[in-house]
């Protein structure tokens, strides 16, 4: 009986490279690491955390996967600390988020909960700091809802864009930041589960009166529409979920 050759890999503790990796990061955030600083190599990293050389691969996995650092190669390769852009870290707030999204740990109503408090604070910044450009891409959304033939998947689109200007409008980073990945990763997951139970009239209506609401300058306006989306919005899942539920009976 012929004699097979394996050939494993070596073996790599999860928990370990786990570690390795957390403390690289904290080196990153407290700044002992800087954007473009060159890490050690595997070899010398292997040997200050007295791990095999797998391990230290598996924990630089982990750091790449979050955009955190990069590889070069040639004579002047090796591993640095990536300076990620805005997009890079956005898309990876949204794809978690969706990812959490889609093995239940968020509902419905808190997903439209938070939507709804965290538009409030923005829509506030919008009243004051909105402008010109911003005023007319929300109206061009606008036009663009109203066409009668716009399919739903191109109206919840211009749905989600609408909300992305509105947070643009609010000038501030970091609430455009948060913002995003709560539109781009949660309201097309509401948008799939209301929009046969929804009226377009009605959330025209409601965008119409949000855009109302910035050129008049009218804070409690703005806030009573996000206010009211919310309500329509909750009120329209429920009928959906029953709806649901009752398919699944019968």
Same mark, same amino acid.
């Given at each position: 009986?012929?004699?097979?050759?394996?050939?494993?890999?070596?073996?790599?503790?999860?928990?370990?490279?786990?570690?390795?990796?957390?403390?690289?990061?904290?080196?990153?955030?407290?700044?002992?690491?800087?954007?473009?600083?060159?890490?050690?190599?595997?070899?010398? +990293?292997?040997?200050?955390?007295?791990? *095999?050389? %797998?391990? =230290?691969? @598996? $924990?630089?996995?982990? #750091?790449?996967?979050?955009?955190?650092?990069?590889?070069?190669?040639?004579?002047?390769?090796?591993?640095?600390?990536?300076?990620?852009?805005?997009?890079?870290?956005?898309?990876?707030?949204?794809?978690?988020?969706?990812? +959490?999204?889609?093995?239940?740990?968020? *509902?419905? %109503?808190? =997903?439209? @909960? $938070?939507?709804?408090? #965290?538009?409030?604070?923005?829509?506030?910044?919008?009243?004051?700091?909105?402008?010109?450009?911003?005023?007319?891409?929300?109206?061009?959304?606008?036009?663009?809802?109203?066409?009668?033939?716009?399919?739903?998947?191109?109206?919840?689109?211009?749905?989600?864009?609408?909300?992305?200007?509105?947070?643009? $409008?609010?000038?501030?980073?970091?609430?455009?930041?948060?913002?995003?990945?709560?539109?781009?990763?949660?309201?097309?997951?509401?948008?799939?589960?209301?929009?046969?139970?929804?009226?377009?009239?009605?959330?025209?209506?409601?965008?119409?009166?949000?855009?109302?609401?910035?050129?008049?300058?009218?804070?409690?306006?703005?806030?009573?529409?996000?206010?009211?989306?919310?309500?329509?919005?909750?009120?329209?899942?429920?009928?959906?979920?029953?709806?649901?539920?009752?398919?699944?009976?019968?």
């Amino acid at each position: 009986m012929d004699k097979k050759k394996l050939n494993y890999e070596p073996i790599v503790n999860v928990s370990l490279a786990k570690q390795i990796s957390e403390k690289i990061l904290e080196s990153i955030t407290n700044g002992t690491l800087k954007a473009d600083d060159q890490l050690p190599t595997e070899e010398v +990293l292997a040997g200050q955390f007295q791990v *095999s050389r %797998p391990t =230290i691969r @598996e $924990a630089l996995k982990r #750091l790449a996967a979050q955009s955190l650092i990069r590889s070069r190669r040639g004579p002047t390769g090796g591993t640095f600390v990536n300076r990620p852009s805005y997009e890079e870290v956005s898309s990876n707030l949204c794809t978690s988020t969706a990812f +959490l999204v889609s093995l239940g740990e968020f *509902s419905i %109503p808190e =997903i439209l @909960e $938070a939507r709804r408090d #965290l538009e409030l604070v923005c829509i506030q910044h919008a009243v004051e700091r909105r402008d010109e450009e911003e005023l007319n891409l929300l109206e061009q959304e606008l036009l663009i809802q109203k066409d009668t033939n716009l399919s739903d998947t191109e109206f919840c689109a211009s749905d989600v864009r609408f909300h992305r200007c509105l947070a643009n $409008a609010c000038h501030n980073p970091l609430l455009q930041f948060i913002m995003f990945s709560v539109i781009e990763a949660l309201q097309p997951i509401e948008n799939m589960v209301v929009f046969r139970v929804r009226d377009r009239a009605v959330i025209i209506s409601q965008h119409e009166k949000i855009l109302d609401a910035l050129r008049l300058r009218n804070q409690e306006l703005a806030s009573d529409v996000i206010f009211e989306q919310t309500a329509y919005l909750q009120e329209r899942f429920r009928v959906a979920q029953e709806m649901s539920d009752e398919k699944n009976v019968n």
